[in-house]
């Protein structure tokens, strides 16, 4: 059994993809399950704004499940994009709305998208690392009422030189305190493929942190593709699955009204 819990639609600011059209191919692909996750990033400091209306995405959600139920397990989740001072809205948007699934990403560093290349102008690739880091820390310190952490080294996608003078060892010291934290909160950890799409040579997070997240007592992985065209849904979860068992687990995790479900790996 296999699903796919990091995934976009046309509710996402930056995918233009019909949700049936999502479906239909995670049903081709062969997915048992399959967990919408678009993106909610309030106070995004940007003129684009990544949110979506909520009663007109359970409904179609809900429809689509009814219609797909023979077929496929159909989830609702969210991937909120963290900050420091919007952590109250989150807390009071999960107790509002019934999401399966919620999932923790930081997009920003120093309240800017590492998307553009400018983020990384004029600065020193290692410092914007350790920065993004260090604010991911001091996000989940302000929110942690979600049940994954997103893509941990997503800055590793944008940096000028991508992954080649990157390694978890560098940034041992905050990374672990990620780690902790998620250990002491009860919180998964996302593989997310697209790493290994966007030809990182690893997933998003190295398997080192997996291995670490692991070796300090975590047990929750979630597995996602972040596909915001439905070609790339399930991408390289062989791969993944393996990547898993190498770095000592047993298990992934998906969300079902905000419990964990366990799958055999
Ligand atoms: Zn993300
Ligand atoms: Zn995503």
């Known amino acids: 059994m296999t699903g796919d819990i990091h995934v976009h639609s046309r509710y996402s600011t930056d995918s233009e993809a019909e949700m049936e059209d999502v479906v239909k191919k995670a049903v081709e692909t062969g997915l048992s399950y399959l967990c ?8 995004f400091p940007y003129e684009e704004t990544f949110d979506f209306d909520e009663a007109e995405y359970f409904a179609e959600i809900r429809e689509l499940k009814e219609k797909y139920k023979d077929r496929i397990k159909l989830l609702a989740g969210v991937e909120l994009g963290m900050q420091e001072q919007v952590a109250k809205r989150y807390r009071d948007l999960l107790k509002e709305w019934p999401f399966d699934f919620a999932i923790g990403s930081q997009h920003l560093v120093g309240g800017k998208d590492p998307f553009y290349p400018e983020t990384f102008e004029g600065q020193n690739e290692s410092d914007v690392y350790r920065r993004y880091f260090e604010e991911m820390l001091a996000n989940i310190k302000a929110f942690h009422e979600f049940d994954s952490l997103g893509h941990l080294d997503y800055i590793v996608r944008y940096g000028p030189r991508k992954s080649k003078n990157y390694s978890y060892r560098n940034y041992a010291d905050v990374i672990d305190e990620i780690l902790k934290l998620l250990v002491r909160y009860n919180l998964a950890i996302e593989i997310n493929t697209a790493g290994i799409r966007k030809q990182l040579g ?17 047990t929750l992985v979630t597995m996602g593709s972040d596909a ?19 770095c000592g687990f047993t298990h992934t995790v998906y969300f079902e009204k905000r419990n964990p479900v366990f799958v055999k790996l």
């Open 36 to 43: 919408f996750t678009d993106h909610i990033d309030y106070d």
């Open 202 to 218: 690893h997933p998003n997070p190295h398997p080192d942190i997996l291995r670490r997240y692991r070796e300090l007592g975590g």
């Open 228 to 246: 915001h065209k439905p070609f790339a849904l399930g991408f390289a979860f062989d791969t993944a699955k393996d990547l898993l068992k190498s």
